[in-house]
């Protein structure tokens, strides 16, 4: 009998708000607003679908989200449906802009996410669009330092890496790291290695949200051991859009010593939780693989040290150590 993933513990440290909506409440939001009903979801298996096509499902699942209660909701089911599949804590990736219309202004965005996570095993973390202007990207840096106090993590950046450049964001993520929050861009999903170098040495990276595309230069694969900057892995974010498969590199990656947390994304567009996550990496990974990629992502998080310890011996006892 193989060991149950549902029961191995496990840190979630890449979801988005939107990404991470159950369908039914995304049929929900959307006719209480007098939406059209979402495009057909989860993305279709086997087609490669271009960039834009996933921002536009994306876009029209976040116009059903709203208001405080909407996030309220759309936080707490996150944490109900990690929770179910053996996530022990979560890190909840936001950009507050979309929503800031309906709200009022990002801080109360801000503060709705920090009331629905209040004594709740999730954290928040907001980032803003690669292709936002720097000047609105150091405005949520900003914010994100203001509200650490009241719980928020850490700043990234989020969307199509492409429409960016790196170099323009070195004073929003100036101004986090001089406030020690986690620094969790997206990087090397379609651009290459250098990208994923460019986030570590200008951005000073704590995490990189997918990263594949490192393995194609071992000097960044050895900045990220040596620095141990972890990756967050989303193994069924790549095969619709035709980049890197997670299983071809996560053993080369593993065995140079780069952490590897894995995580789901966008579980409403692509239609898989954690557990599945976990079964992918299965086929290249051993039990022990997985359970020390579980204890990757929770030590790579940002939850706190007595819910880390828990759960680092929670993943021992899975592997019946
Ligand atoms: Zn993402």
Excluded at 241 to 267: H, I, K, R, S
């Amino acid at each position: 009998m193989p060991r149950d993933l549902r029961a191995l513990p496990k840190a979630n440290l890449h979801l988005h708000l939107t990404g991470s909506m159950r369908p039914s409440t995304a049929a929900e939001l959307a006719a209480h607003y007098d939406l059209p009903p979402l495009p057909a979801v989860p993305i279709e298996p086997g087609v490669v679908h271009g960039w834009d096509a996933f921002q536009a499902r994306y876009d029209t699942a976040r116009a059903a989200v709203r208001s405080s209660d909407d996030i309220a909701r759309v936080v707490r089911e996150a944490v109900e449906q990690d929770g179910a599949d053996g996530v022990g804590w979560t890190e909840l990736q936001v950009d507050p802009t979309a929503y800031a219309g309906w709200l009022g202004s990002l801080e109360a965005v801000v503060e709705a996410l920090l009331d629905a996570a209040r004594d709740l095993p999730v954290g928040v973390i907001l980032a803003a669009s690669w292709g936002a202007d720097p000047e609105h990207a150091e405005r949520i840096a900003r914010i994100a330092v203001k509200y650490a106090p009241e719980g928020v993590l850490g700043f990234g950046l989020s969307n199509d890496e492409r429409r960016g450049q790196v170099r323009a964001f070195v004073p929003a993520f100036r101004l986090v790291a001089e406030a020690g929050l986690a620094r969790v861009p997206h990087a090397g999903f379609y651009a290459g290695a250098w990208h994923v170098r460019e986030c570590v040495e200008l951005l000073g990276a704590t995490r990189i949200g997918h990263g594949l595309t490192a393995i194609q230069d071992p000097s960044v694969v050895a900045l990220l051991a040596e620095r141990q900057v972890a990756l967050e892995v989303c193994p069924t974010s790549y095969p619709p859009f035709g980049v890197t498969p997670a299983p071809e590199v996560l053993p080369a990656l593993l065995a140079d010593g780069v952490p590897v947390a894995l995580a789901t994304d966008d579980p409403l567009l692509f239609g898989v939780g954690m557990v599945g996550q976990y079964e992918v990496a299965r086929q290249v990974c051993s039990d022990a693989g997985l359970a020390a990629i579980a204890a990757t992502s929770v030590r790579a998080s940002n939850a706190p040290d007595l819910l880390k310890r828990r759960l680092l011996d929670g993943i021992q006892s899975w592997l019946g150590e």
